[in-house]
């Protein structure tokens, strides 16, 4: 699926360059990248090209206030307008808004962004949502503002949970917070890769017998709701010596083995390692996508592993693909939750801010 990556604020700039950079060369995703901040100095020091980088009511940066932000967006709206209609390519499948909700710039001017880009574009708007951790103090006014303003405009908010991720356990002062969430970008990066890349085969890479193509990602995300994702990765084959290679010897699993690796794999997606928590049976619609050498894609295992992320989700609809890798030694399964109402971590989040507690 081919996206323009629009990063808006500190945090949502970061994973917005990070998502370029890290884009797999087999399976290219990223159409265009653009940021856009109140603080010209963070802005300049992405790796991000200099005619799509953006900053605008920069009198605002000193605020850690959403609100202040999000007036500032307004005043600037055409501007903001023409940037980001310009970011995106007549074509490109959909729009990835990347966004930190706990920082003032991302809550505040990311639904000004995309309720403006809405006036010019008809494909698909979603944000990926990065979650603060709960022991980051003082956002939790940005969050809920965030979040609801999100709610408002986006098709669909990607959650990522930095409680879940490699990320600080407390917010680290600016200068330090590029290094700091290095880790858990990279992680962002890699599935988020996973999933957007996985129809967009190079020429020189292998095509799945079940492509999932653009429509198929488009139709998981759906409208509107929020949606998770559950990462495996495991390594299933050596690395081949000098001898297997001048042999083109490679090794074939057994239909038992290939069965139990991807069926373990699976559950590890759904109940281990998620981007976000969240009860699944509250979501709607879900996609199955299973990567790794060809031998070890076994048939029987990905369509029980349909059905039982089928049971997961508690009926829906579930779509599914594979995605050969000749000669890769790793197995990869992705399972996209999608079409939930508010997880109780963005509830908690939305409560929080509420200007009755403070």
């Known amino acids: 699926m081919q996206l323009a990556v629009l990063g808006v604020g500190g945090a949502g700039g970061r994973v917005a360059a990070r998502l370029a950079a890290a884009e797999p060369d087999d399976r290219p995703y990223v ?89 010019t574009i008809e494909v698909p708007v979603y944000a990926l949502t990065v979650l603060p951790a709960s022991a980051e103090e003082g956002i939790a006014a940005n969050a809920r503002a965030g979040l609801l303003g999100l709610e408002a405009t986006v098709d669909s908010q990607l959650l990522f949970d930095n409680g879940s991720l490699d990320a600080p356990a407390e917010r680290p002062s600016d200068a330090e ?37 653009a429509s198929e990602i488009i139709a998981t995300l759906g409208d509107p709701g929020y949606a998770t994702i559950g990462y495996w990765r495991q390594q299933v084959r050596e690395k081949p010596s000098l001898f297997d290679r001048l042999r083109s010897k490679t090794e074939t699993p057994d239909e ?48 029980d592993a349909r059905r039982t992320l089928d049971d997961t989700i508690d009926g829906g609809a579930v779509r599914g693909g594979d995605t050969p890798i000749e000669g890769g030694r790793h197995l990869t399964v992705l399972s996209v939750c999608a079409g939930m109402d508010r997880p109780d971590r963005v509830v908690a989040l939305i409560e929080a801010g509420s200007p009755s507690k403070d």
């Open 31 to 119: 159409a265009t990248v653009a940021a856009f901040d109140t603080d010209p100095e963070a802005i300049a020091d992405l790796d991000v090209p200099q005619e799509r980088r953006h900053a605008f009511g920069t009198t605002s940066r000193s605020t850690g206030d959403a609100a202040a932000v999000r007036a500032a967006a307004e005043a600037n709206v055409r501007e903001l307008s023409h940037a980001a209609t310009d970011a995106v390519p007549s074509t490109v499948d959909g729009v990835l808004v990347t966004v930190g909700i706990g920082g003032a710039t991302g809550a505040g001017a990311a639904p000004v962004l995309v309720d403006t880009l809405r006036e």
């Open 177 to 213: 917070a590029a290094d700091a969430y290095d880790a858990a970008n990279d992680t962002i990066a890699e599935w988020v890769a996973a999933l957007f890349g996985a129809g967009e085969a190079a020429d020189a890479a292998a095509v799945g017998e079940s492509v999932v193509d």
């Open 256 to 303: 038992i083995e290939s069965y139990s690796t991807i069926e373990t794999a699976v559950q590890r997606s759904l109940f281990r390692q998620r981007s976000a928590g969240g009860d699944l049976s509250r979501a709607t619609r879900a996609l199955l996508v299973t990567m790794g050498p060809p031998e070890w894609l076994n048939r029987e295992a990905i369509a």
